[in-house]
């Protein structure tokens, strides 16, 4: 039985670039797990594994590593900082107790890392703050302390103190111990000094060192109480409060560093020890009603000796095979047990069970509450089901992921490789949920739907490379929607008479826009025997069934409300069949009557660009029918942030570039549907015309 309040299960998440990826290099260096460190900029990283990920120097896949530190185990899972892949950060989220936010020391809080702190936020994960790169140029570690109160609105606990800047920048003093840690010029982790703080600094570290003992005692009245007589707290104390404060998101304490000249790691790891949870701290994971979604107010609690509760928050494959990554939030799994899928009610078998360590792995035979384990081969798991014990079923609270907003028609090169595209698609999509395929009925063509462009550029390079399909890839197609601006009154009668019993069915209906995101909702006031309530169904389903094709382009409908009030039937000759019919012929009938009209994806744009350009970046958004927002002056640029429709975005990062001389940084998330002005919805009806001739 393994000791939970050694165990610590963390994340380190960050905007692109800011050091993540070496952050974990540096912990898996000093932890033992890694005897050569491996560079980002060379492509040899540790975690970085997939071959797009080494060669665009960018995580794409979160991984998840174990390793060692103070006789505490740490989970660490890397996540991605690009904004098509946030599906990544917000399911590594999920099943992490806590996290290491890392900030760039020049960039300081970026577009990006706005989105994954917000992310946390929803997710309640205790953060520690990393403010990494303070050996680059222009890096200033207290002004990425402002930005993380006056942006994020957090607030920072600060915790040590930079001892020199830039490229004088050679150690930090610790706040607590009055302790200055300095790192020699070898650039090796383990080569520093503990020295008394220097001269010109010991003003300061008094300073801040009464801010952080402030803010910790406010967790413990008692001691704040004594604080105020002028009773100072003992180490001890303060660690206890600063470590309940963490644990209840009060504040997060803040370090400093470089991870890539191996400074001020070694604190961060105490930090994570000292301060973020252990599994058991943390609430534990509501469960749902597998029918409706909805808590039950159960919970699964963190113990070994309760039936198994476990996620599946991942799916990867490798040069291994299938691998599925598992919290186990409750009980203990064997290998050679079998398990219930409560998603698909099927039962499974626990074959091989690995601990990973990135790329390498060590066989298990048993894994326990707390632990993240990946199991090797299962069938039917995906994403976000929930596995449990065979006696005793229940449901984790599932993942929720977001809609893709763009698509591109691929076809394979050659004729034998629609059935290779196929194989490896599916493993695609299974390790993806943010990812889609369908296969459009009249061209035949296989249609990819992602995040972004970036997204699906790289889910192309992936069958090529690694599954070895050669794709023909179309212009990028965004995702438009149709919907109606009038309220309609209509009727529609379907009548067939041949031979033998005929058809019958008479419908009278309102249709009506419903309210944003209300989707179809039907609903019948017919009163008396006019439309018998066996047949509601039947007309429910043709009208609903007629939803994902609309009358203008054949692009799905959203927000239409339909009310029945009256109809006809005939004693023989009326059939669920028939009224089915007939709703169909009727929403045919209705839609261009009820004012249809075409909706476009509005993207929410993140732009950061240095202030001698915002007014050509801001120009350029307006020609992308963009409407701006907010804008923010920082000391490093400006940020916009703008509505822009999704098919004005293509080709936005090159066009940026060329304007910033390469400084500027853009990320966007959908945001909601709008209406389309009148020349682009003719274009695009046109185009939907061209494309069924």
């Known amino acids: 039985m393994a000791d939970l309040s050694k165990y610590r299960n963390i994340g380190i998440f960050a905007h692109v670039d800011a050091g993540k990826t070496t952050t974990t290099e540096r912990i898996l260096k000093l932890t033992g797990q890694i005897h050569k460190t491996g560079e980002v900029h ?18 794409i896949q979160s991984a998840a590593v174990s390793c060692f530190w103070n006789n505490h185990r740490l989970n660490v899972i890397d996540t991605p900082g690009h904004v098509d892949f946030t599906v990544e950060v917000y399911r590594s989220l999920k099943v992490l107790d806590g996290g290491i936010g890392v900030f760039c020391g020049s960039g300081g809080v970026e577009p990006q890392s706005e989105t994954n702190w917000r992310y946390a936020n929803e997710s ?33 606990l600060v915790m040590v103190l930079p001892i020199g800047r830039e490229d004088d920048f050679v150690g930090v003093v610790d706040l607590l111990s009055r302790k200055a840690y300095v790192w020699d010029e070898t650039g090796l982790p383990e080569n520093y000094e503990i020295k008394d703080v220097p001269a010109d600094m010991v003003d300061d570290v008094e300073a801040y060192r009464e801010e952080l003992i402030e803010t910790a005692v406010e967790q413990d009245d008692d001691l704040m109480e004594a604080y105020m007589e002028g009773e100072e707290p003992s180490i001890e104390d303060i660690k206890r409060c600063i470590r309940k404060g963490t644990r209840d998101i009060a504040f997060f304490p803040t370090y400093c560093g470089s991870a890539f000249k191996n400074k001020g790691m070694q604190l961060i790891l105490d930090a994570v020890v000292d301060y973020l949870p252990a599994p058991t701290e943390v609430d534990p994971q509501p469960l749902t009603d597998p029918e409706t979604g909805e808590p039950t107010g159960e919970v699964a609690t963190v113990s070994a000796d309760e039936p198994l509760k476990a996620l599946a928050f991942k799916i990867m494959d490798d040069r291994f095979g299938a691998l599925t990554f598992i919290r186990i939030y409750s009980g203990r799994m064997k290998k050679g047990d079998t398990i219930l899928n409560s998603a698909t009610g099927k039962t499974e ?50 993942m929720i992921f977001p809609e893709p907003v763009i698509s591109i028609a691929v076809t394979p090169k050659d004729k034998g490789g629609s059935e290779k595209m196929g194989i490896a698609i599916g493993k695609m999509v299974a390790e ?33 490379r690694t599954y070895g399909v050669d794709l023909i890839v179309g212009q990028p197609q965004v995702a438009y929607r149709e919907t109606i601006t009038q309220a309609i009154e209509d009727s529609y009668t379907h009548k067939k008479q041949s031979g033998g019993s005929g058809q019958f069915g008479k419908i009278d209906y309102r249709i009506k826009p419903g309210e944003p995101n209300s989707g179809f909702t039907f609903s019948s006031t017919v009163v008396g025997g006019n439309v018998p309530k066996e047949f509601w169904p039947a ?115 090159g066009t940026l570039r060329t304007m910033t001389s390469g400084r500027g940084q853009f990320s966007m998330e959908f945001s909601h549907y709008a209406p389309c002005p009148a020349n682009v919805a003719e274009a695009v009806i046109e185009a939907a015309k061209e494309e069924k001739k």
């Open 539 to 653: 007309i429910e389903k043709g009208f609903a069934g007629m939803m994902d094709t609309g009358v203008l382009a054949g692009f799905p409908v959203l927000d239409v409300e339909v009310e029945l009030f009256d109809g006809g039937f005939h004693a023989v000759d009326s059939s669920a069949v028939a009224f089915e019919i007939a709703a169909k012929g009727a929403f045919r009938q209705s839609m261009p009557k009820a004012g249809a009209q075409l909706l476009e994806p509005i993207m929410h744009v993140d732009v950061f660009t240095p202030e001698d350009h915002v007014g050509d970046v801001i120009g350029d958004l307006n020609r992308r029918r963009g409407m701006i927002k907010d804008q923010q002056a920082g000391t490093t640029g400006v940020r916009i942030k703008a509505d822009v429709p999704l098919s004005e975005m293509f080709g936005y990062i």
């Open 42 to 59: 060379d492509g040899e990283s540790t975690t970085d594994f997939m071959e797009q990920e080494a060669e665009r120097g960018i995580t």
């Open 124 to 156: 309640e994960v205790s953060r520690l703050i990393f403010v990494n790169k303070l050996d680059r140029m222009g890096a200033d570690f207290f002004n990425v302390v402002d930005q993380v109160k006056n942006v994020l609105g957090a607030t920072p």
């Open 349 to 398: 078998r626990i074959g091989r069970m690995v601990e990973m360590q990135a790329d390498d792995r060590n066989e298990l035979t048993e894994a326990q509450a707390g632990d993240i384990i990946a199991v090797v081969g299962m069938k039917n798991v995906q994403t976000g089901h929930t596995l449990c014990d065979v006696k005793h079923e229940c449901t984790l609270e599932p």
């Open 432 to 464: 993806d949920p943010s990812f889609q395929v369908e296969t459009d009925e009249d061209s035949g063509e296989t249609i990819l739907k992602g995040m972004g462009e970036l997204h699906l550029d790289i889910k192309v390079d992936i069958l090529k």
